[in-house]
């Protein structure tokens, strides 16, 4: 069965850096879109940012993340990274891997498959 297990989460001060580490498996990896999504406690669920199969694209929610934060992945280790760089106290959520046969870097929560269990990032100021 395809899996997702997400690590890497933690307590930091605001302007500190976390990365987030998501194991895949290998039926997912090769040819599967992956992303990050995030929730807030009485939030819904926020796109983060989506790497493509093969590394070469990537997408990033606006503002709120970009330049902040960046997606990659290691194909030979099955793992998709988020570097968190100038945590803000905003930032804190639960943190969820989710993987998507679809189009390249897939940014909604429907065009993804399968979800993680989530991983707590919180940033106190």
């Known amino acids: 069965q395809a899996q997702l297990v997400e690590s890497g989460g933690g307590s930091v001060q605001a302007g500190g850096s976390l990365r987030l580490s998501c194991a895949a498996s290998?039926?997912?990896?090769?040819?599967?879109?992956l992303g990050w999504f995030r929730q807030a406690p009485g939030k819904g669920r926020e796109f983060v940012a989506a790497?493509?199969?093969?590394?070469?694209?990537?997408?990033y929610a606006s503002d709120s993340v970009k330049g902040r934060f960046a997606i990659s992945r290691d194909n030979a280790k099955n793992t998709v990274y988020l570097q968190m760089n100038i945590l803000e106290p905003d930032d804190t959520a639960v943190y969820y891997c989710?993987?998507?046969?679809?189009?390249?870097?897939?940014?909604?929560?429907?065009?993804?498959?399968?979800w993680g269990q989530g991983t707590q990032v919180t940033v106190s100021s």
């Open positions: 790497i493509s199969w093969s590394g070469g694209a990537t997408y």
């Open positions: 989710a993987a998507s046969p679809g189009r390249l870097v897939p940014s909604s929560v429907q065009e993804y498959n399968y």
């Open positions: 290998g039926r997912i990896f090769s040819t599967y879109a």
